[in-house]
């Protein structure tokens, strides 16, 4: 066994010839839970079926939200997931998740995004595409096209269902970026 002075994160040891129920206590009485073999089948993987998605949360006009990872649905306790849905040719209301990260990921259709604190800026994203939207960043999303759904699965870094809708004026035309780093070269032109 290593000793305590060699770790330097919290460790609790344990003879495993003690029974169950002393571990489990000993465990409760440094704010610990044992998670027992037994318990994974109550406490471990969570589905949540299509069917099941519950579209009782904060809306922004233009899209239609649904959570599916949620601490009362699946226990979850530092992340939100769901889908989101916009007609074709429709676009939300500006807003924001204040200190909440998303990523959006483009099931199908190609959406555009609209961001700043005008939405001066805009990119497209098309089916496999990833979106990051940092914390409180003004923006928008739109269905970019005309006659297909736009279908995205939606992840937030926390449980609050932050949704701040604005009122705010917009630049016309935005400025279009284009994400360019070491991993993401200038595309030709």
């Given at each position: 066994?290593a ?8 460790y ?6 003690q ?27 969570r589905?949540?079926h299509?069917?099941?998605?519950d579209?009782n ?9 649904a ?26 209301g ?10 959006i990921y ?6 555009r995004?609209?961001w ?6 805009t990119?497209?994203?098309g ?6 939207v ?12 005309t ?15 932050i949704?701040?809708n ?21 595309a030709?032109?």
């Open positions: 066994m000793s305590a002075s060699k770790r330097s994160e919290p609790v040891e344990i003879d495993v010839r029974s169950h129920h002393i571990i489990s206590r000993s465990l409760r009485n440094r704010g610990m839970t044992l998670i027992t073999k037994a318990d994974w089948k109550l406490h471990g993987v589905i949540v299509s069917e099941d998605l579209a949360t904060p809306q922004t006009p233009g899209m239609n939200r959570a599916a990872i949620t601490h009362a649905r699946a226990g979850a306790s530092k992340l939100w997931a769901g889908t989101v849905s916009i007609h074709p040719n429709a676009k939300t500006a807003h924001h998740h204040g200190e909440l990260e998303s990523v483009v099931v199908k259709g190609k959406a995004m609209r700043g604190d005008r939405l001066e800026f990119a497209e994203a089916a496999g595409d990833f979106i990051y940092p914390p409180f960043v003004p923006h928008q999303e739109i269905n970019a096209s006659d297909e759904p736009l279908e995205c699965v939606l992840v937030r870094s926390g449980q609050e269902p949704v701040v604005l009122d705010i004026p917009t630049v016309e035309p935005p400025e279009e970026v284009r994400w360019i780093d070491d991993v993401h070269p200038k030709p032109q």
